[in-house]
């Protein structure tokens, strides 16, 4: 019991940012499949990742310093709050029947930064959250939710766009953000 209460907020963020990255993941794949749908060219599908990962890349390099000279949880919420915003604008073209190719690369340029913030922030964060004797079982369930997330997103996207449509699971990834911004700011 002594440990849960140590871990309490860890575990509300924690859980906030899991559930964050599961809607996040689930876009991706929707997308990907909306991608090689529209146009079935696997080059769009590398570009795509090249936007995302690039911009992950390259914001790396000044992350740290960033993440050392402002409020960890300023970027955590602002990171989740550009995301949620990207994702509420593809949403609102796709809704509008002007989607294109390169609105997605944009978005990917955009997520790609932030979460490049993001996950030093949140490691940083996280040691401030909880006693160092928990920092292995912290960095065990941050991965579990990275990678857990990455398993199960593809299978929940598929099923979600034969129900609900990309519209559907773009909508679900806007409400995981607004979760993750709650638990962040609770």
């Known amino acids: 019991m002594k440990t849960l209460i140590e871990l309490r907020t860890f575990l509300i963020v924690w859980f906030g940012q899991f559930v964050s990255l599961i809607g996040s993941s689930m876009t991706r794949f929707a997308l990907i499949i909306w991608i090689f749908q529209q146009t079935g060219d696997a080059l769009d599908l590398a570009l795509l990742g090249f936007f995302s990962y690039g911009a992950y890349v390259l914001t790396s390099i000044f992350a740290g310093v960033l993440i050392d000279r402002y409020d960890r949880k300023f970027i955590l919420v602002g990171s989740d709050v550009a995301s949620g915003v990207s994702t509420m604008v593809l949403l609102a073209l796709l809704s509008t029947g002007q989607l294109q190719l390169w609105h997605l690369f944009v978005a990917q340029l955009i997520s ?75």
């Open 112 to 186: 790609g930064a932030f979460e490049a913030l993001q996950v030093p922030a949140y490691s940083a964060a996280t040691t401030l959250m909880i006693p160092k004797q928990h920092y292995s079982r912290a960095s065990g369930l941050i991965s579990f939710a990275q990678y857990g997330a990455e398993v199960i997103a593809p299978f929940l996207a598929g099923t979600a766009l034969v129900f609900i449509g990309l519209e559907g699971v773009m909508l679900l990834d806007i409400i995981t953000f607004l979760f993750a911004v709650g638990t962040l700011i609770a």
